[in-house]
Nanobody
Framework: EVQLVESGGGLVQAGGSLRLSCEAS????????IGWFRQAPGKERDGVSC????????WYDDSVKGRFTISSDNAKKTVYLQMNSLEAEDTAVYYC?????????????????????????WGQGTQVTVSS
């Protein structure tokens, strides 16, 4: 059974930092993609960053470039999202998601970062609140 467990959210002042963790289990960590998404109240779920082990690519949404860093510890099956210089606009529930291989729903051989429909599994989310 695939499981994704996020942790590390919380309340932080603007300009502060948080590190989110996504601990994965139930699938091989040799060929995967992990995406971080966020959803603010009343808004759609938006892509923040992703890492694709299959081809070694990393992607960031323009809104977080230079502030957020995604990394992985394959031995621990954990993907991290280091968030620096946080802004009030970063307040949202953050979700990690996993693609574990196979054709995506959008008929791609690897998922398109930032497109929620291409991911098969989701964590429960962790709240990030940035006070201004």
């Amino acid at each position: 059974e695939v499981q994704l467990v996020e942790s590390g959210g919380g309340l932080v002042q603007a300009g502060g930092s948080l590190r989110l963790s996504c601990e994965a289990s139930g699938f091989s960590f040799d060929d995967y993609a992990i995406g971080w998404f966020r959803q603010a109240p009343g808004k759609e779920r938006d892509g923040v960053s992703c890492i694709i082990r299959t081809d070694g690519s990393i992607w960031y949404d323009d809104s977080v470039k230079g502030r957020f860093t995604i990394s992985s510890d394959n031995a621990k099956k954990t993907v991290y999202l280091q968030m620096n210089s946080l802004e009030a606009e970063d307040t949202a529930v953050y979700y990690c998601s996993a693609w574990t291989g196979g054709m995506t729903i959008s008929q791609r051989t690897i998922p398109m970062c930032g497109f929620p429909g291409d991911y098969d599994y989701w964590g429960q989310g962790t709240q990030v609140t940035v006070s201004s």
